[in-house]
């Protein structure tokens, strides 16, 4: 739609770099206009944002207002009156020609095609044995992904490329095929984070680690699933640092994704491991994804004087709740204890105990900047529970995880600690790997 | 060995180059992007429904739940701008957007009620844009006969003189400015 009427783009100093870049800036058919101001500006008080309007533009040095009015005003220049399909990217070969493994390694790093661990070199030869992990065709498309400014096919031989580099084995495949479907994993300025759960009998199979060190840098299969992840989230999603990649402290999960199974075999009767609990059958082999940025340890052995799941919930109120998401992992043991010791027959009785205990004040709440951006327009459209909790008073106490089938439960660990985690991930459907075998 | 392995990459093994590059597609053009299907693209043929695995929900079902308070959430999935200027009354606003990611609607998705009736409209001929955020929904999580999708949408809505909000509605009735 063309209205005819000026307008510019205003963008904080942290994003205006991308938003004048090459993607974003030909993404609305013509180059755009900015001014700038610093950050932060959101959240802040009233005073830090009529300093910034009286101060300067960070781009040019004008004064804001001037540069404003300026942009608004100027006569447009030979490369703003541009007008059809923006200028093409140049297309990469599928095959790069010889070269010795040392400068392919300093290409593949340069390109940003790694997690800057050393990778395996996708030979064709290397690729080809991949797919032998699978009876999906090679150029079949998973997903298209959209990138800025464009739209990208993640094919299955793609994926076998990122396989082949994060040290898969064939058999393999079909799980890495699964997860292709979750990728790219989260890019934000807020710095997300990804969980990856097997389920069912290929845990075995695969020799996934479920039991000690589960999390840990101690298992083939969690190490080269996981790392996969980022490989393929990287070179497919085009997520480069400082290009399109701007999360500002980034998260070292992201190297791994926190790839590990559920310890199935040690569930106490009544639980089920997560995809029975999700939809999936107990003999389904599935693959979960999770996304979140926060995860809490207990520290030690739990004590009988403050019950474990009063420390979960406790711990649980530091979330911010967006879409009432956490997920649980803990020990075995810990299982067991909520269980026998506290009578929670079930994982869905522990995610209804915590969505009706789990508080914290309206003002804690309403300072976060994700639930600023998601339920405060929810909140003024007039949704509940957002429209009333915004009317309370700051120490007012509200019960944010409002959805406890948001709330999911893992188990998985040796039995050599009564360890757990508590994480703000919200868990995706499952996957079913069987379907890329 | 170590030589030999470097041979056989200076004797030409081609290395497969990640493809991801390969395929990349023109960045959108400004009326792909901003465009809602049911406002520029051609009505599909009769017979044909996208997405037929949503279930869709007739708008009279809609109204008849929408009295009884808080039973059904509508969300409407036209861009901010539309939605301020006319929406079914009591509608939320998450747009839909084909060139992003799905999931990055993730968090505005997931913080609707898992305990009512969803249904989302978009101002389109045969919903869609609204049955994508359906199946978006099931992804994360949510119950499959708890969210569904407006039959018809806004027209149809519309069509049966139901009640609307926005800017247009108000100054059609002489509220506005």
């Not at chain 1, 490369?79 to 790069?96: F, I, K, Q, T």
């Not at chain 1, 995860?295 to 009063?310: C, D, E, K, L, N």
């Not at chain 1, 979330?319 to 810990?334: E, I």
Request: hydrophobic letters at 40%; proline letters at 7%; aromatic letters at 8%.
């Amino acid at each position: 739609m063309q209205c005819k009427i000026p307008a510019i783009g205003i963008a904080s100093s942290n994003i205006v770099q991308y938003a004048t870049g090459y993607n974003f800036k030909y993404n609305n058919g013509m180059p755009i206009r900015y001014v700038s101001v610093p950050f932060p500006f959101t959240g802040q008080p009233r005073a830090v944002d009529v300093g910034y309007v009286s101060g300067k533009d960070m781009l040019t040095g004008q004064p804001l207002m001037t540069a404003v009015v300026h942009a608004l005003t100027a006569p447009l220049t030979a490369e703003e009156m541009v007008s059809g399909a923006p200028p093409e990217e140049a297309v990469e070969p599928r095959l790069l020609p010889p070269d010795s493994e040392e400068n392919l390694r300093r290409l593949f790093e340069d390109k940003e095609w790694t997690d800057f661990n050393s990778i395996i070199l996708p030979t064709e030869k290397r690729v080809t044995a991949m797919l032998k992990g699978t009876s999906r065709k090679p150029d079949e498309v998973i997903k298209t992904i959209n990138i800025t400014g464009g739209a990208r096919q993640l094919t299955v031989e793609k994926v076998a490329i990122s396989a082949v580099m994060a040290g898969a084995s064939p058999e393999h495949l079909p799980v890495i095929l699964a997860l292709a479907t979750q990728a790219p994993f989260g890019n934000s300025t807020s710095s997300m984070a990804n969980m990856i759960v097997i389920s069912g009998p290929i845990r075995n199979r695969l020799k996934f680690n479920c039991g000690t060190n589960a999390m840990g840098p101690y298992n083939r299969s969690n190490a080269v699933v996981g790392r996969a992840f980022a490989l393929m989230s990287k070179t497919a999603g085009d997520l480069r640092n400082n290009v399109n990649a701007w999360e500002t402290l980034g998260s070292n999960l992201q190297y791994n994704s926190m790839c590990y199974g559920e310890n199935e075999e040690a569930l106490p009767t009544g639980w089920d491991p997560l995809h029975v609990e999700t939809g999936f059958k107990p003999a389904d082999n599935v693959l979960s994804v999770g996304m979140g940025w926060s995860s809490i340890a207990s520290v030690g052995a739990s004590q009988s004087i403050y019950p474990t799941h009063f420390l979960m919930r406790d711990y649980m109120s530091s979330f911010c709740a967006s879409g009432s998401a956490a997920t649980l992992v803990m020990d075995p043991t810990v299982a067991g204890l909520l269980k026998d010791v506290h009578g929670f027959k079930s994982k869905a009785q522990l995610s209804e105990w915590l969505s009706q205990n789990v508080t914290k004040t309206a003002a804690s709440y309403w300072g976060n900047g994700v639930i600023q951006s998601t339920a405060v327009p929810f909140a003024l459209e007039g949704l509940e529970p957002y429209a009333s909790w915004r009317k309370l008073p700051d120490d007012a106490l509200i019960k944010p995880f409002t959805n406890p089938k948001a709330i999911h439960v893992v188990v998985a660990g040796g039995k050599v600690q009564t360890m757990w985690f508590v994480t703000d991930f919200g868990i995706r459907r499952g996957v079913l790997i069987d379907d890329w075998a | 060995m170590k030589p030999r392995f470097f041979a056989f990459f200076l004797l030409g093994a081609l290395l497969l180059m990640l493809a991801t590059l390969s395929s990349h597609a023109l960045p959108n053009h400004p009326q792909q992007a901003t465009s809602k299907a049911g406002q520029n693209a051609p009505p599909p043929a009769k017979d044909t429904e996208p997405f037929p695995q949503v279930p869709r929900i007739t708008a009279e079902e809609v109204e008849r739940l929408a009295k009884d308070k808080g039973n059904v959430v509508l969300v409407d999935t036209d861009d901010s701008v539309t939605y301020e200027a006319e929406h079914i009354k009591g509608a939320v606003n998450i747009a839909y957007d084909p060139t992003v990611e799905a999931r990055e609607q993730d968090q505005l998705l997931s913080a609707l009620p898992g305990d009512k009736l969803i249904v989302f409209y978009c101002n389109c001929s045969h919903e869609e844009d609204s049955a994508p955020m359906v199946l978006e929904m099931w992804e994360l999580g949510y119950d499959h006969d708890k969210v569904k999708a407006l039959k018809g949408g806004l027209t149809r809505w519309e069509q049966l003189n139901y009640p609307l909000a926005g800017t247009d509605i108000d100054a059609a009735h002489g509220k506005g400015n």
